[in-house]
């Protein structure tokens, strides 16, 4: 591996990283199939400058195999239970390759009526959801997807964690144009925003979540045993309450009570499951497709035209970035990579 050091981190190629993800995944014990699928979205959050679900995500997969929270060669299978719907019983593996065997058909069914659900069951989950509408959207469709985590956000007006960190992912399909994705948790913070920064030692803002007794606090360990605050209120919190339902009780999977309690105090990434919503444009619109699809693009340009900038442009832009330079990876957590698996 030709990586060179690089200030206070290590510079490497993308192929070169995903090489050593695949390599650190291997070598605690996840197959073959599982370790590509979950490599290529670490090497995907690290590219695109996202770094609390980037490559540090070795750390956190690693610890939930170690734990014995995650099946590491589970066979994913598939199931259609009704018409527009996908299921697949990721059988306790991680949620990337329960993903990669239902997309198709998810495209599938998606293109044949114009709408179709794919439920992941069973999951144990720890990764963005971009990458999965950003797949959907590359296929022209409107994509949607959400998970539950584990209850560590407090509802608006409480101060006891009854919700998980929520994501929420949305994908337009933009034709020559890379598509329009927005990804983010309903707490104030994803909970790795906050692991990252008690790692270096900073405190966080003070509307990110309060402590064990419920006072507001700084201190990233303190909101990490405490609880953590909804985005925006109690809007933030009916969102959060929404994915608790489409992606738990609906498809018959845990909330994120439930998966923190069968955690059993392991510290293990979520087990539960996850729904992803998949839209035809087509199936609207028929030969009107391209009229709308440019009124879609008024839309966005009127948001730059006014220095606004789109969710995901920084995204594609550290990507373009990644692509010709590579990534650095900072010097402590490389090390903590390299101690993977010795
Ligand atoms: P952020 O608060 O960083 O928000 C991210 C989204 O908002 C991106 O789409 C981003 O685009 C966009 N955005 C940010 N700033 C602006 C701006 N000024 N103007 C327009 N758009 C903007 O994300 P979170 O920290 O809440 O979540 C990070 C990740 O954590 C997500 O990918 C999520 O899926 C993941 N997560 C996963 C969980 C799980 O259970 N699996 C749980 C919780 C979170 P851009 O990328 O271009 O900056
Ligand atoms: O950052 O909140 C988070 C998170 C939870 C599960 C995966 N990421």
């Not at 239970?81 to 198709?104: C, Y």
């Not at 845990?254 to 059993?264: P, Q, R, V």
């Not at 028929?286 to 009229?291: E, I």
């Not at 009124?295 to 692509?323: D, T, V, W």
Request: charged share 20%; proline share 6%; aromatic share 6%.
């Amino acid at each position: 591996m030709n990586i060179a050091a690089a200030g206070d981190g290590v510079r490497m190629t993308l192929d070169e990283l995903r090489e050593l993800a695949r390599k650190k995944l291997r070598a605690v014990g996840l197959s073959t199939d599982h370790a590509d699928a979950v490599a290529e979205t670490m090497v995907a959050g690290e590219r695109d400058g996202c770094t609390s679900h980037g490559i540090y995500r070795l750390l956190v997969a690693a610890s939930s195999i170690s734990r014995g929270v995650v099946v590491p060669d589970a066979v994913p299978v598939a199931s259609e239970p009704a018409k527009g719907v996908v299921r697949v019983d990721g059988g306790g593996g991680f949620a990337q390759l329960a993903f990669e065997r239902g997309l198709p058909l998810l495209v599938q069914k998606a293109r044949d009526q114009g709408i179709a659900a794919l439920a992941l069951n069973h999951v144990v989950h720890f990764a963005a959801l971009w990458p999965e509408v950003e797949r959907l959207a590359d296929h022209g469709l409107v994509a949607l997807a959400f998970t539950p985590s584990h209850a560590w956000v407090a509802p608006a007006g409480g101060a006891k964690p009854v919700f998980g960190t929520n994501p929420i992912a949305f994908g337009w399909p933009r034709p020559g144009r890379e598509a329009f994705v927005f990804d983010f948790a309903t707490s104030a913070a994803a909970r790795g925003e906050i692991e990252l920064r008690r790692r270096a030692g900073e405190p966080v803002p003070g509307d990110w979540g309060v402590d064990s007794e419920g006072r507001p606090t700084t201190d990233a360990a303190a909101v990490l045993d405490g609880a953590m605050r909804t985005f925006g209120g109690h809007k933030g919190s009916a969102l959060a309450a929404m994915v608790e339902l489409l992606a738990g009780p609906l498809i018959g999977d845990l909330t994120s009570a439930e998966s923190i309690a069968l955690d059993g105090g392991r510290g293990g990434s979520p087990m539960g499951g996850e729904l992803i919503l998949a839209i035809d444009p087509a199936a609207f619109l028929g030969a009107a497709l391209s009229d709308h699809m440019a009124r879609a693009e008024a839309m966005f340009a009127a948001i730059e035209a006014q220095g606004a900038r789109l969710p995901s442009s920084r995204r594609y832009a550290a990507r373009r970035e990644s692509l010709a330079n590579g990534v650095t990876i900072p010097a402590r957590l490389y090390d903590d990579i390299m101690r993977i698996g010795e």
